[in-house]
């Protein structure tokens, strides 16, 4: 595999594909990894067998335990396109090829001479595991897999691995309340600017078991739901592919395929090269004002940081503080009508983002009368 940097990774066509998916039968809950075989058009595979608490084929499958969370957590931005329309298009090739139809262009026949389209190869390289024509379900699209896709897309490209940039495991990302039971990942430059292009890599018509791991991922019996992910940095493009053995029911939505900021947690003390959030720092405090009764009370601070929020709070005693409804309360710069019931009232601001806050000095208000 190669690195995981965007920066690290050569500049000729880079085609790196993974796969993760559930089986049948229960093993003990730790990650085994098969040897990575070279495949055609310069795409290499990995088939890591993890298996998360999931039901599959009627059985429970205990999880493992979590991975150990960053060290040193931060929170970075990538800046990118999606392309949701393409994405969703992959659902009738995946369909098509579950099937038991010729999905795109070059698509191989059972090679032990079943007939069928749809086949894997077994473990022993010698037999495959055949399906008859439409003996597979036909997969609904899962606007909530979706979601979880087209994190993971933004995701893997600073990490590309389905370990996720903050040390979790990819099972791990639940969105409103939607988890994933499989997941393939890709990564390419021009050749994979299409979802027909990135469909034929995961296919693997020409792999051996260990190379097929996106194939079973795609043909596996127990799913009935997927979503898909295309995120663009540049001229690489990352795709996503998440399966559910039941469909969340999540509202469909109108596909994003606008230029989009994507936060990405991760660990600073792994991925020292990637440049993160910085927390928000104050560089103005607010001071304490005197007003006149009847007028209004002007509290102001500035910060520096990317994506800053704010809530002024007040109290009586500078111990127990309570947020404010007044006017620009979330705003920079807070406007209190001057009464005598607020005659001493302490206000500070906490400004926020995804990679921490600061708290404000007390200003007072002092009613003139």
Not at 22 to 34: G, K
Request: aromatic fraction near 10%.
């Amino acid at each position: 595999m190669s690195g995981k940097h965007l920066r690290t990774w050569p500049a000729a066509v880079l085609a790196l594909v993974l796969a993760i998916y559930l089986a049948s039968a229960p093993v003990p809950a730790a990650a085994f990894a098969a040897p990575a075989s070279a495949v055609s058009a310069g795409v290499s595979a990995e088939d890591v067998w993890i298996f998360p608490g999931s039901y599959a084929l009627g059985r429970f499958l205990p999880a493992p335990a979590a991975q150990t969370l960053a060290s040193d957590p931060a929170v970075t931005r990538l800046t990118g396109n999606y392309g949701q329309t393409e994405a969703r298009r992959m659902l009738s090739l995946i369909n098509s090829f579950r099937a038991g139809q010729i999905s795109t262009e070059g698509q191989k026949i059972d090679p032990c001479g079943s007939g069928r389209y749809a086949w894997q190869w077994n473990s022993d390289d010698a037999t495959t595991t055949t399906f008859a024509p439409n003996s597979l379900s036909t997969l609904t699209y899962d606007y909530g897999l979706e979601k979880i896709a087209m994190q993971r897309a933004a995701e893997i490209a600073v990490s590309f691995s389905h370990t996720r940039p903050d040390g979790s495991n990819w099972y791990e990302l639940e969105i409103d309340g939607v988890s994933s039971n499989g997941e393939n990942i890709a990564c390419g430059y021009y050749a994979f600017e299409t979802q027909e292009s990135v469909f034929e890599a995961w296919r693997e018509d020409d792999d051996d078991y260990s190379g097929q791991g996106h194939r079973r991922n795609m043909l596996h019996e127990v799913f009935d739901a997927v979503g898909v992910g295309f995120f663009s940095v540049g001229d690489r493009h990352y795709w996503v592919q998440e399966f559910g053995v039941c469909n969340s029911g999540k509202p469909a939505t109108a596909p994003n395929d606008s230029a989009a900021s994507v936060l990405v947690d991760f660990d600073r003390a792994a991925f020292p090269d990637v440049v993160p959030l910085e927390a928000p720092v104050i560089t103005k405090q607010p001071k304490n004002v005197t007003a006149p009764l009847g007028s209004t009370a002007l509290f102001t601070v500035e910060a520096d940081g990317p994506d800053l929020t704010y809530q002024w709070q007040y109290s009586r005693d500078g111990v127990f503080w309570t947020n404010s409804p007044a006017k620009g309360s979330k705003t920079a710069s807070l406007e209190i009508p001057v009464t005598d019931n607020r005659n001493g009232l302490r206000y500070r601001c906490l400004i926020m983002n995804r990679a921490g806050f600061a708290v404000s000095d007390t200003a007072k208000l002092t009613v003139q009368k």
